[in-house]
């Protein structure tokens, strides 16, 4: 594919090498044969597109434009219709993306999370497989999209997308043969909530044999009890988002149907619980000073990322259940002058993780918003040009190995380099593929320049921190 071996040397001894993704994708190649036609070469030109292609721009017009040797028909073929292995590579991420960033855990001593989280992609018209008018987090309001259900594995500042589920509207699921001429498969014409779509990706990602230590998710997903239940039944500890007006119990409720109290009307049959629920909003309110813990989660760009966490035993019931179920709310509160709240329920044991541990929990959320705003800024992520289920599936799975390939490359120059960014990055590996030696050493020097200004910002905003929490801390 590449004739002569490019390695981009940073500070001294580390490196980020197109090289790299070029030997990783001939490894991969199996996943790439549809009968006995090998589309690695597609494939490895499709990933220099999403990389090269500016954002609003990686679509398969502009990518023939972009990359040498590249033809329009032959990456339409490739995502739209070729039967190579999606599922295999899927799968093949997720392994490799577990065994980084348990390497990483073993050397920082941080624990793994697992989050689920969704994504919508704006689009036109009605023909887009799934697309309707449904809520689009990117705009914080309805409008004509397709949503995916995303997971990614996280560990300190290291993050990747792992697995993916089109979220399919009723309006879909109800008109069979819209479904059918977008080419959804007959199995997957049923009507999913993306937190089932979520529980159904963790199962998976378990069996496979991906390593991660607790699992992670905003409202949506803590305010799912069929969910939150089917991760007791599996074992797993998960810290996930809740809204404040979510109610609890601040003792153990007896559940049972209540005894009929005249002679008249019918006789009960509906399950109540015997003492009062309140929202966690009110909740608060009740919390004294002295029960907040200050706790240092982690170091940040702009300082140290300070929390007020308090934690509780809780229960919580959908109205069903014959039991309540144990859970620890963990409240935890930024420093600033209109600190922010965020709400979040556990199956941890209360007293089974410290402050400082459900605090690095609920925090490591941020992250995975980084990998949505790398996919899309710096990936095409939302940029294709496709209508068919096969079609989107492909191009996501395609990001998706492109994230994991920048991820691994940042954590091999993580020493040498800790300032490297994922744009960063990205375009050391386009300027290696397009870029003239010239090009290549003034970014270079424009690069180690910017990074000794960042580190001296954060060197100052750092000291300015610490002054701030001792005097908070005294």
Not at 168 to 184: F, N, T
Not at 438 to 458: C, F
């Amino acid at each position: 594919m590449v004739s002569e071996k490019k390695i981009f040397y940073l500070h001294g001894n580390s490196y980020i090498s197109v090289d790299y993704i070029e030997d990783r994708m001939i490894e991969l190649s199996n996943f790439f044969k549809s009968h006995r036609f090998d589309n690695t070469r597609t494939a490895f030109n499709y990933v220099q597109g999403l990389l090269k292609c500016n954002k609003g721009e990686a679509n398969m017009e502009r990518m023939e434009e972009e990359v040498a040797n590249s033809e329009y028909r032959a990456y339409q073929q490739f995502i739209s219709n070729s039967n190579w292995d999606v599922v295999g590579l899927r799968q093949r991420i997720a392994i490799d993306s577990s065994k980084s960033l348990d390497a990483q855990k073993s050397k920082t001593g941080t624990s793994t999370g697992y989050i689920i989280d969704e994504s919508a992609h704006l689009k036109k018209g009605n023909k887009s497989v799934g697309v309707s008018r449904q809520y689009a987090g990117v705009l914080g309001k309805v409008d004509n999209c397709q949503v995916g259900v995303y997971s990614s594995l996280v560990n300190q500042n290291h993050a990747t997308i792992i697995n993916e589920r089109l979220f399919l509207p009723k309006q879909w699921i109800k008109d069979k043969e819209r479904c059918l001429a977008a080419g959804v498969p007959q199995e997957c014409i049923k009507f999913k909530s993306k937190p089932e779509l979520a529980l159904e990706m963790i199962k998976e990602d378990i069996k496979l044999g991906v390593k991660f230590d607790w699992i992670g998710g905003d409202g949506l997903y803590g305010h799912s009890y069929p969910l939150c239940k089917g991760l007791d039944e599996l074992g797993q500890l998960f810290v996930l988002d809740v809204h404040k007006d979510e109610k609890v119990f601040l003792q153990e409720p007896t559940i049972s149907v209540p005894e009929k109290k005249s002679g008249k009307g019918r006789k009960p049959k509906k399950l109540k619980s015997d003492i009062e629920s309140i929202r966690l909003d009110n909740l608060v309110k009740n919390i004294k000073l002295e029960d907040w813990k200050l706790e240092k989660i982690r170091d940040t760009l702009t300082g140290e990322l300070w929390l007020n966490i308090y934690k509780i035993g809780v229960w919580t019931w959908d109205g069903f259940e014959p039991k309540a179920r144990r859970r620890t709310l963990i409240i935890s509160k930024t420093i600033e002058n209109n600190p922010k709240m965020k709400y979040s329920f556990s199956n941890g044991l209360l007293d089974g993780y410290s402050h400082k541990e459900y605090g690095y929990f609920v925090s490591q959320r941020y992250w995975v918003e980084r990998t949505f705003d790398n996919a899309k800024n710096e990936l095409g992520m939302s940029d294709y040009q496709v209508r068919k289920w096969k079609g989107w599936h492909n191009h996501m799975t395609l990001v998706m190995l492109s994230s994991m390939f920048i991820m691994q490359q940042m954590i091999d120059n993580k020493a040498n380099s800790p300032l490297l960014s994922f744009r960063d990055a990205r375009i050391l590996i386009i300027l290696q593929i397009f870029g003239t030696k010239q090009q290549i050493q003034q970014r270079l020097a424009q690069m180690e320049k910017r990074h000794l200004k960042r580190k001296y910002d954060m060197e100052l905003k750092h000291k300015k921190q610490k002054e701030k929490m001792k005097y908070l801390t005294s």
